[in-house]
């Protein structure tokens, strides 16, 4: 349980600024770990995953999902006439998600006692955090320790039409506009209008092919809008494994989406009939399409405005993001007792800014603690969902690894089958000599689950063949994982 007071005669031993994925997790972590705790946020509770990302979009993903199984009621052998979509009504179970998974984190605050404020948080020192409050008030917290954790925004679009819109803005004034009923009334959006939207657009061209946009696409296209992706690269979502990259692309052209690789969008303007038009550039010719919305998906930044971190010494410039906050392995910043964890040291997902603040959490507590990112799961929700952990095939061979690939299609499986769901396949990339599990690379149903099994290999270093001995569940879809790893050495049962 936390402490009721703080060492050293501060008001706190730890401040965290942000009470996102990675602000909250590591404030509760400080406070089982006996230290008084305060938690800084400005939006409601929970950041960007539960407010404005992963939960919201994860909502309106699982409405999809359903209504795409239930028009294929017939493969089921049952019947379900007048299907059709209530959007107002899918919002409304969004939003009833959104609320309650946020009221969900105030009451774990009250339970393990972490103090939340509201206000935005600056450092004044490296020991001193000011509160700015709604009114105007201010509140000074000293403390022993600080944790960054103020996440990103969207990356600003330097194109002609989109650069200046209102739409790059932290979580606080997507909130106010959100209450204001002002969010997602215009052309141009960013996941967090999508999110919010009030209709369902007829044309939307989503400007960036990575894993904000290829969600969306799913979405919206699965919602009965004419989805186009611009992606100024040669495939979709190009850090994943190739193979991924082009069965994605596959399956979404399947499901209606128009995509366009080696695109270069170049401007929006007004187009006719109140659209927008956007003009791209591909194979040396200009091209230009009419959007009732322009989604841009092109990456997100890490938040820093206003912190004043560089008055507190805290060193800007991370090797792999000059924008991110930079830290050693414990999460400490360049100032021993500031820790920064989650997108603001550019770490992009939900699930690795909690890893960060669970580790920032120990070290203040006095234990030595270190970050790995070996066993990292990547996910797309999109149907079939798409994971990847590890090492791409290519990545282990520019390492230099003699690298064995095993691989098993979901539709050679019963468990498949029985739910219609036969699309995609894993694939293991192994290192040959010891069989050591290198990368693993899912894209199929329930991949975002299944993918566990391979995070916990590649975490314990397991080998292939300690996966061939491994029990699978019969009829289970992890049976994939089971007879990838056979595969590597060309002894998968069931593949044809
Ligand atoms: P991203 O970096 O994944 O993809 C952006 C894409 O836009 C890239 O493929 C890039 O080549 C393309 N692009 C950039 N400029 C372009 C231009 N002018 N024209 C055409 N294409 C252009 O960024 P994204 O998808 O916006 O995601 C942002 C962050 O949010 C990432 O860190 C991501 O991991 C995280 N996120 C994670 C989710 C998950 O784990 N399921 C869901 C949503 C977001």
């Known amino acids: 349980m936390a402490a009721t007071t703080a060492e050293n005669g501060k008001d706190f031993d730890v401040v965290v600024i942000g009470g996102g994925p990675g602000g909250y997790p590591c404030a509760i972590r400080a406070a089982q770990l006996g230290k008084k705790v305060a938690c ?23 409405s999809v999902a359903a209504l795409y199984t239930i028009k294929h009621a017939k493969d089921f052998g049952l019947t379900a006439d007048n299907v059709g979509i209530d959007f107002p ?36 020192d490296a020991n001193t955090v000011e509160v700015i409050k709604a009114d105007g008030s201010t509140q000074m917290l000293t403390t022993n320790n600080i944790v960054v954790a103020t996440g990103s925004v969207p990356a600003k679009l330097p194109i002609p039409g989109i650069d200046d819109a209102d739409i790059y803005t932290p979580n606080w004034d997507v909130k106010a506009k959100f209450a204001a009923g002002t969010l997602a009334t215009g052309k141009i959006w960013t996941s967090n209008e999508a999110v919010s939207a009030k209709q369902i657009p007829e044309e939307l061209v989503v400007i960036g092919g ?123 910043t360049s100032v021993p007792n500031i820790y920064a964890i989650g997108d603001v040291i550019g770490s992009g997902l939900a ?60 539709r050679n499986l019963g468990k498949a089958m029985a739910i219609n769901e036969r699309d995609g396949f894993v694939k293991v990339v192994a290192e040959n000599k010891y069989g050591e599990i290198l ?45 990838a790893n056979e595969d590597v050495r060309g002894m998968a049962i069931d593949k044809g």
């Open 351 to 410: 699930h690795t800014a909690t890893a960060e603040g669970l580790v920032a959490a120990e070290n203040i507590a006095g234990h030595h603690s270190t970050m790995s990112y070996k066993a990292n799961p990547a996910c797309i929700y999109t149907e079939p969902e798409v994971a990847s952990v590890g090492l791409s095939e290519a990545e282990a061979r520019e390492k230099g690894h003699d690298v064995k690939v095993g691989t098993f299609t979901f």
């Open 210 to 332: 990575g894993v904000i946009g290829c969600e969306f696409a799913y979405t919206y296209n699965g919602l009965g809008t004419k989805v186009t992706i611009l992606e100024f690269l040669p495939r979709l979502f190009a850090t994943m494994d190739i193979d991924l990259s082009t069965e994605l692309e596959k399956v979404l052209k399947n499901q209606g989406v128009t995509i366009r690789t080696n695109a270069k969008v170049t401007g929006v303007t007004e187009g006719e009939n109140g659209k927008k038009s956007v003009t791209f550039e591909r194979d040396g010719k200009s091209e230009t399409i009419p959007a009732d919305v322009v989604l841009v998906a092109t990456g997100r930044v890490p938040f820093t405005n206003g912190l004043n971190l560089d008055k507190v010494g805290v060193t800007i410039g991370a090797p792999k993001n000059k924008r991110a906050i930079a830290v050693n392995e414990k999460m400490q």
């Open 439 to 483: 990368g693993v690379h899912i894209i199929g149903p329930h991949a975002t689950d299944i993918i566990h099994e391979a995070v916990v290999s590649i975490q314990l270093e397991n080998t292939v063949e300690e996966l061939m001995r491994t029990i699978h569940a019969h009829p289970s879809l992890a049976e994939a994982l089971g007879q």
């Open 40 to 62: 800084i946020e400005n939006d409601n509770l929970g950041g960007t995953c539960l407010n404005w990302g992963c939960i919201p979009t994860k909502t309106m993903i699982g």
């Open 89 to 124: 009504a899918l919002m409304a179970r969004k939003e009833k998600v959104v609320k309650t998974l946020v009221g969900g984190v105030g009451f774990l605050f009250k339970k393990h006692g972490v103090t939340a404020i509201e206000g935005i948080g600056t450092l004044k």
